[in-house]
């Protein structure tokens, strides 16, 4: 077990509004953009592991297609109400910096809307690509790097139309920022695509799928808001058999 503060990026803190709001079975970017095309993504895997898997929604999703999904997640809150949900289920305490697996456990490792909060992902994919069976898949659905760099800089409004614009800025910049909505309080990052990409090469792993995707249900407001400004992005890579075919 790490000596980490699990509440170090308000996790913690933030745990029992998040697994309230959870309940209901997610959010906008969950149930009405991402839910179908990850699960869609997820089909064929036999092990999968669910990086900050919260209160375990997306294990269960898996598992309700016979997928055997273990969640990992360094809040202790978290994993007790992911057991509690689903008693059946494998939930493991432990940051992605440092997963407590075997190499080539698994061959999907999934990171669903969690790299954002992790403090170093150059290592959390590294240990993502350790624990992946040559030929196994990691997949990610992330905020898109120009809106973490646009949220960033916080609300404005246009002072001739009155609508709230949010302006894009210092895109080139990593840095961490706190965040509250509907109870929470916690910190992501924003940092450029380019770091993402380098690290995901640098352990040697193959794109296989990009995309940026769209509603497909939810209130007309919602859609139209995100397809004015979307902000998430998906990307599938895949561990090489051999090093002869990274």
């Known amino acids: 077990m790490s000596s980490r503060d699990p509440d170090e990026n308000g996790w913690a803190s933030s745990a029992r509004a998040w697994i309230a709001r959870s309940a209901e079975g997610g959010d906008f970017s969950r149930q009405h953009v991402l839910d179908h095309l990850m699960i869609e993504r997820a089909a064929g895997a036999k092990e999968a592991l669910d990086v900050g898997c919260g209160e375990g929604r997306f294990c269960r999703m898996m598992a309700a297609q016979g997928i055997c999904a273990t969640g990992l997640d360094p809040v202790p809150a978290m994993i007790d109400a ?3 949900l689903d008693p059946k289920g494998s939930y493991v ?8 697996f075997a190499d080539g456990c698994f061959d999907l490792v999934v990171a669903y ?8 992902p150059q290592a959390a994919i590294a240990e993502m690509a350790r624990v992946l069976r040559p030929g196994g898949r990691i997949l990610i659905a992330n905020l898109s790097s120009f809106a973490t760099s646009g949220a960033a ?14 302006p894009l800025g210092r895109y080139l910049e990593t840095r961490k920022e706190w965040f509250a909505w509907d109870g929470l309080r916690v910190r992501n990052w924003h940092r ?3 770091h993402y990409m380098q690290w995901f090469l640098g352990a040697g792993l193959v794109l296989t799928h990009f995309d940026e ?3 497909v249900s939810g209130p007309d407001d919602r859609i139209a808001a995100y397809q004015n400004m979307p902000y998430l992005m998906m990307m599938e890579w895949q561990k090489p058999l051999s090093a002869f075919d990274s």
Do not use: Y
């Open 82 to 84: 992911a057991q509690t």
């Open 93 to 100: 305490q432990g940051f992605a910096e440092n997963l407590p």
């Open 113 to 120: 809307l969690s790299l954002i909060d992790i403090d170093d």
């Open 153 to 166: 800089m916080g609300r404005r409004t246009c002072r001739d139309t009155g609508k709230e614009i949010r």
């Open 192 to 194: 450029p695509l380019s």
């Open 213 to 215: 995707p769209h509603p």
